[in-house]
Every structure is written in structure tokens, then in C-alpha cells.
């Protein structure tokens, strides 16, 4: 069977199959690297930006036969740094950044990593790299970055799972293949102007793979492609992402002021409640001086002085007043301790 049914083509054919893919720019002028089959026939060309930012584009230079396209934007943009594939050997780790997927995945760019598994593609292509980083529809034409975040190479293709499949018996597992970046210098030489002279020079190496993920997301761009209804399709996404992020922050925003009434309900009730304890507490203190004035007094009735019969009973009377007086008061502060322990009660039902 011919390679190219072996092979799938890693467009994307997302919102209402209009294509899509990615790129990245080499210059600051604006010069933007992407797989000729992600722009092949269009109409009109736009890239999408990670902030948001939609550029159209036009058509500088074509390489069908290593499926490359140079295009050109207007302003200032930040370049990936190319280096020759001849600096690469097997086994160096790698990844990619780009837009897979989109009606599933959505618009941010998505990393992938891998190694170089082959310095040649299928058949033996010496233009290609086999590579095991997972590639999807829509990371045709992203970069293929060392960990220094230099390019090496072009998200191209992988393994047709299916055409795989039949012929011997098994599954592909992360088979992809990118052109080297060679074949990107080479289509650079073919220009008037000497844009090979506008590349910026390699990079240092980074921490990790985020930090080359961070130096990359400033340079790669969505490729789209009969893009009016992609555009507006992209827009309208955009804006039921940032209403549901809107109404996030409202229930959020409505929770936390849910959570801050029933604090200070909470601290509003420990308040009363600690008001009610402390009444309660002085009206125990005066029943316990009252009892124990009752006590006392009950233990010394008055004492027969000799006095006459009248004022006997006087004393005994004012006696019988005075215990009488202190059993009521403390009759009334019982009554009064149950109110405020009901009030208690009543606080924390």
C-alpha cells in the first residue's frame, strides 16, 4: 500500500470542517512556519495569537513536496529559534505545543512530549523525524522543540491507526512524524529577501519542560483556515467561557456573602448567648449571698432576754419578716434564671 495511506495528515477538520492547525514564528518581522496541508486551498488565512489576538496572513513562499508554507504577518512578534537537524541524535527528548482538537479541546495550547525515536520517517524518509510525542488533528505545523526550546522540526503526521491496523495486526502506539528543520532553512533560501538572516539564535537550555512551554506559548499560533464562521465561532466560545467564568464568580461571590451573614449571625448569637450566661451567673451570685444569709439567720432565731412578751413577739415577728423577705427574693431570682436559661434555649434552636 502507498505511504500516504499509511499516513494521517494531524489538520484539524473541527467547527463545521473548516481547517485548522498550528504555527510558529521564526522573525520578529512577522515570517510564520506552518504545514503547507493546513493551508492548502484556502480562501483566507488568519492566526490566532495565545492573548486573543487574530492576524490575517498571506502566503510568502511553498515547499508541497516537504509540506511547508512560509506565511507573513504585519507588527512585531516573538520568534522560536532554529536549529540544523543534524545536531539531533535518537533518543533526544522533545515536545510540541499546539491546538488539537479544537470543538473537544478548546483553544488553549496544549504540550505533549516525547523523544526522537528515529532520525528518519516512515520508509526510511530522510526529510522526517519519527518521534513519540502523541499528536492529534489540529498540531499540524506546531514545533517540534529540544529542551532548550529550539526547533528542530514540523508536526507533519502519524501512523493512520486503521490502515495500521489492517496490515499487521496491531495498534500504533505514538508514532508521529515532523519535517526536519532543515528543509525550513532551505525554504527560506528560496526568498528575495534574506529572511534566514532575520532568525534569532538558539536558546538556552531551560529548568524544565514548563519553562519551554512558557518561551513557546509567546511564539505559536493558531492557523485558521475559511476561518469568517471559525472566527466568530471561536468569539462565540470565547464569550460563553467568560460568561460561565462570570457566573462562577457570582456564586462564588453570592457563597461568600452567604458565609459572611452566618458568621456574623454566629458571632451575633455567642454575643447574646454570652450576655445570657453572664446575667445568668450574677443572678446565681446574689441567690447564693441570699441563701446563705437565710442560713445564717434561721440558725439564730432571737433569743429570750427577758424582755416583756411584747417584745418578744416583735423580734420574733421582724425575724419571720426577714426570712420570709429573703425566700422571696429568692424565689424571684429563680424565676428570673429560667427566663434567661428559656432565652438560652430559645437562642440555639
Request: proline share 5%; glycine share 6%; charged share 20%.
Amino acid at each position: 500500500m502507498a505511504t500516504a495511506a499509511i499516513l494521517v495528515l494531524v489538520a484539524g477538520q473541527s467547527f463545521a470542517q473548516m481547517s485548522s492547525g498550528t504555527g510558529f514564528f521564526i522573525t520578529r518581522s512577522g515570517h510564520f512556519i506552518t504545514s503547507h496541508h493546513v493551508v492548502d486551498g484556502a480562501n483566507k488565512i488568519l492566526i490566532r495569537t495565545v492573548d486573543g489576538t487574530v492576524l490575517p496572513a498571506t502566503v510568502i513562499a511553498n515547499d508541497r513536496v516537504n509540506d511547508l508554507v512560509l506565511l507573513k504577518v504585519s507588527g512585531k512578534t516573538t520568534p522560536l529559534p532554529l536549529i540544523p537537524s543534524r545536531a539531533v541524535k535518537s533518543g533526544t527528548s522533545v515536545i510540541t505545543i499546539g491546538f488539537p482538537n479544537l470543538d473537544i479541546q478548546g483553544v488553549e495550547p496544549k504540550i505533549t512530549s516525547g523523544i526522537v525515536s528515529s532520525l528518519a520517517g516512515i520508509n526510511d524518509d530522510p526529510t522526517q523525524f519519527q518521534i513519540s510525542v502523541p499528536v492529534q488533528p489540529g498540531n499540524s505545523g506546531g514545533p517540534l522543540l529540544t529542551i532548550e526550546g529550539n526547533v528542530i522540526g514540523v508536526i507533519a503526521s502519524k501512523l493512520n491507526a486503521v490502515t495500521t491496523f489492517r496490515q499487521t495486526g496491531t495498534l500504533p502506539e505514538n508514532v508521529s512524524y515532523a519535517v526536519k528543520a532543515s528543509y525550513i532553512s532551505a525554504l527560506l533560501e528560496t526568498q528575495p529577501l534574506p529572511v534566514g538572516a532575520l532568525l534569532p539564535t538558539s536558546q538556552k537550555k531551560a529548568k524544565d519542560f514548563s519553562e519551554i512551554a512558557s518561551r513557546a506559548e509567546k511564539s505559536i499560533g493558531l492557523v485558521l483556515v475559511d476561518t469568517n464562521r471559525m472566527v466568530e465561532q471561536i468569539k462565540a466560545r470565547e464569550s460563553a467561557k467568560k460568561d460561565k467564568a462570570e457566573q462562577l464568580e457570582k456564586s462564588e461571590r453570592t457563597q461568600r456573602e452567604a458565609d459572611d451573614r452566618a458568621r456574623q449571625q454566629k458571632t451575633e448569637k455567642e454575643q447574646q448567648a454570652n450576655m445570657i450566661k453572664y446575667r445568668i451567673t450574677l443572678l446565681e451570685r446574689d441567690r447564693d449571698v441570699l441563701v446563705n444569709q437565710y442560713n445564717i439567720l434561721q440558725q439564730n432565731p432571737p433569743k429570750n432576754l427577758g424582755g416583756s412578751a411584747t417584745t418578744q413577739g416583735f423580734m420574733q415577728g421582724e425575724w419571720n419578716i426577714k426570712l420570709q423577705e429573703i425566700s422571696d427574693r429568692v424565689m424571684q431570682i429563680n424565676q428570673a434564671r429560667a427566663a434567661e436559661i428559656r432565652k438560652l434555649e430559645d437562642l440555639y434552636r
